[in-house]
């Protein structure tokens, strides 16, 4: 069975660095792209980036360039995202999710990962 | 890049027939045929109804079904149903070989 198992919930302070992870289980992890997306409260779906496990390689929306980090590792199958200094915006819910190589269809997500960064 | 536009809202009777637009660029929607649709009830995940603009995942009901003309792609829900009632949102890849989501639809089932 396929599975993206993502860490649990966090609280943050402002300033603060974070990384939250995305295991995948039941297929070859390194034969989709891991993508990463944000759900701020009561707000839609936002792509951020992705990576393709295999070599680590990296696409990043243009609003979210700078501020993550997505990273993988394929030893143990799993992808990251990290920040480096929180701000109270990024509060959200992240979701990790895999496509293949020949299309972008977002087919098994993970169950997402609720970061809240507040003073 | 900017979201893809659709409808905040739209609304039906169980049994009849919606459809939710999703406006792009022919950068995005206009240029690839690579447009997914994904259903999300409150407090879940997404999941994924539409791929490849008409194409549906084994499992997914076939009242739902895609299409694309141009810049826009539809989504049609045929039979609604009550358990419909979810927010929906559409994704394209772009010609900066990233992803791009729509506004997301809020579709209720009078």
């Known amino acids: 069975e396929v599975q993206l198992v993502q860490s649990g919930a966090e609280v943050k302070k402002p300033g603060e660095s974070l990384r939250i992870s995305c295991k995948g289980s039941g297929y070859s992890f390194t034969n989709y792209w891991i993508n990463w997306v944000r759900q701020m409260p009561g707000k839609g779906l936002e792509w951020m980036g992705r990576i393709d496990p295999s070599d680590s390689y990296t696409n990043y929306s243009p609003s979210f360039q700078g501020h993550v980090t997505i990273s993988a590792d394929k030893s143990i199958g799993t992808a990251y995202l990290q920040w480096s200094s929180l701000e109270a915006s990024d509060t959200a819910m992240y979701y990790c999710?895999?496509?293949?190589?020949?299309?972008?269809?977002?087919?098994?997500w993970g169950q997402g990962t609720l970061v809240t960064v507040s003073s | 890049q900017s979201a893809l536009t659709q409808p905040a809202s739209v609304s039906g009777s169980p049994g009849q027939s919606i459809t939710i637009s999703c406006t792009g660029t022919s950068s995005d929607v206009g240029g690839y045929n690579f447009v997914s649709w994904y259903q999300q009830h409150p407090g879940k995940a997404p999941k994924l109804i539409i791929y490849?603009?008409?194409d549906r995942p084994s499992g997914v009901s076939n009242r739902f079904s895609g299409s694309k003309s141009g810049n826009t792609a539809s989504l049609t829900i045929s039979g609604l149903q009550a358990e419909d009632e979810a927010d929906y949102y559409c994704?394209?890849?772009?010609?900066?070989?990233?992803?791009?989501f729509g506004g997301g639809t809020k579709l209720t089932v009078l």
């Open positions: 994704s394209s890849f772009t010609s900066s070989s990233t992803l791009v």
């Open positions: 999710a895999r496509h293949p190589v020949v299309t972008p269809m977002l087919h098994y």
């Open positions: 490849d603009v008409s």
